[in-house]
């Protein structure tokens, strides 16, 4: 049995360390915190949403994208929510709207009727909108949770506050430490977001709330708690959040819906979204033979599964490689 260890316990790494799992690789997962979860992964909204994401990026991010809401289903069965996306904005923003709508597709347009009909809670707040019923969502920490529990179930190892681990005793190392990797191309993209929590407020799906300066969203979970999120600042300073994000994130909730004026503040984060000049993810196999998965950037639940596909298919290729150069070596030998 080929031996594998995995660095990082972010989504990439557990998305890793299933894939190759599932192949019947031995799998060891090595983090260097006390706990699963990773660092941006932690704080992630949990949208996975290719169609919207393609104003702003490029179209490999929905052919990558656009099957990974079955994976996370078939792979962690309950625990996605397939609702749709809703994106609205004010009246005097409307020029955002028929821009969004111009660079993304997979949507329709909806009015008053319809908004209210898909979020009774925005009823009369928004003339207009766009649904994009093809998108999920799911709660970053909850399947992060999930997917290690299973992993333990399949035979995976974890070491927590893992040093440096001799990759002697391993077939092959896969690198998915994130930004704590050193490669050159790679840089910081600081988010900065907030949980709120009101009984007041009532939403199936992730909101986009379009804006000039400030676009957000709002991600439901559980309990109606909401992840209200994110800046995007070429950062990788990931001291607390700012007084100026805080009052802008929260200034656009208060504009979703001025329930959320009243909402607790249940927690505010940052996190470090690892990425690669284009803002695509690589898989790329490095000059000390190390796979490494990283420029995950604002996909990591999105995109985790086809990267991770994608490293599982490069560690039986190079495997499959390097046995038959031993095979080859050996005949040589006799
Ligand atoms: C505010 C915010 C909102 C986001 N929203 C979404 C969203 O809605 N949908 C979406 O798809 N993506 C979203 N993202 C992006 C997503 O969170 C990231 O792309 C993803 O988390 C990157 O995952 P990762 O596993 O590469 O990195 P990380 O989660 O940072 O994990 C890397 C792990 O490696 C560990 N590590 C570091 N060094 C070592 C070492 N030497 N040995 C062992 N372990 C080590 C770290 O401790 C960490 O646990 C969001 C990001 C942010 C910040």
Redesign the pocket.
Known sequence: MRRVLV???????LTVAHELAARGASVTV????SQI?????????????PWCERESTEEAVVTLGKTSAEWWERTLPGLVTKAGTLVVAHARDALELARFAARTRNHQSVDEEAIAALEPDLAGRFRKGLFFAGEAHLD?RRVLEALASKLRAMGVVFLFE?G?IAPSGFDRVID?????RADDDLRGVR???LILHTREVSLARPVRLLHPRHPIYI?PRADHHFMV??TMIESDHDGPITARSLMELLNAAYALHPAFGEAETVET?V????AYPDNLPRVKRQKDGAIT??G?????????PAMAEQAAGLFNSTTKLESENEADRQRRSA
Not at 30 to 33: C, F, G, L, S, V
Not at 37 to 49: E, T
Not at 176 to 180: H, I, N, R, Y
């Open positions: 660095k990082g316990a972010g989504v990439a790494g090595a983090e260097i915190r979860g990773g660092k941006a992964s932690w704080l992630a909204g949990g949208m996975l949403a970053p893992a440096e998915c430490t994130g930004m704590a988010g900065e977001m991600v999120g994110a984060g996190g470090v979204r690892p998965v990283n995950l950037y604002r996909h990591g639940f999105l995109l985790s």
